[in-house]
């Protein structure tokens, strides 16, 4: 089982903008294209997990999502990086229909979809790391028995840096630091 590198979307890999929907709107940060392809070279998995309760909430649907998961994939393609899985949890207490849930298994901070990723893509849990920009993405991966990264963008300047093994300026630099802490 070899380790992998979870990471919240909105916030994290891509510039916030509240309810991410149309890929026109997809701005990846500075530097996450290369450091998402160096993990890529290394053979390190690199799995979105991130909350939706937009589709959740009925502000828009799968298709939107999936467009916007596109547009994301071929960002990444234009430096060679891909990502080796995305997971979405719709569910919200104030969902609607099917997605009305309190606190679904799926949804962060609760580890749902780093379980289920793990035992997807033969992944050792213990060894890998959450990066983040929210608490609740922190405690996901606590939860999940990862190490958590604290990213000051999207809402990182506001998550408590105590509840992060690493605090990090971005994306680039938290994957740095944890390809560094690998050959420690």
């Not at 309760?53 to 298709?63: E, L, P, S, V």
């Not at 793990?118 to 609740?136: Q, V, Y």
Request: hydrophobic share 40%.
């Amino acid at each position: 089982m070899r380790p992998a590198v979870f990471l919240d979307r909105d916030g994290t890999l891509n510039v916030e903008v509240g309810y991410l929907h149309r890929p026109e709107e997809v701005l990846l940060f500075e530097g996450a294209v290369g450091a998402i392809a160096e993990l890529n070279r290394r053979g390190i998995p690199v799995i979105v997990v991130t909350n939706q309760a937009g589709i959740g909430r009925g502000k828009y649907g799968w298709g939107d999502f999936q467009a916007v998961t596109d547009r994301i994939a071929e960002l990444l393609r234009s430096g060679n990086a891909h990502l080796d899985g995305t997971y979405a949890a719709p569910y919200h207490e104030h969902g609607i229909g099917e997605y009305a849930h309190p606190d679904h298994p799926d949804r962060k901070p609760n580890p749902g979809m780093l379980v289920r990723a793990a035992a997807e893509h033969g992944l050792d849990l213990a060894r890998s790391w959450m990066i983040g920009d929210k608490a609740i993405d922190l405690e996901a991966g606590r939860r999940a028995g990862c190490r958590v990264a604290l990213v000051r963008t999207g809402y990182g300047h506001e998550a408590d840096p105590s509840l992060a093994d690493l605090v990090a300026d971005d994306l680039a630099q938290a994957i740095q630091r944890i390809l560094a802490s690998w050959q420690d």
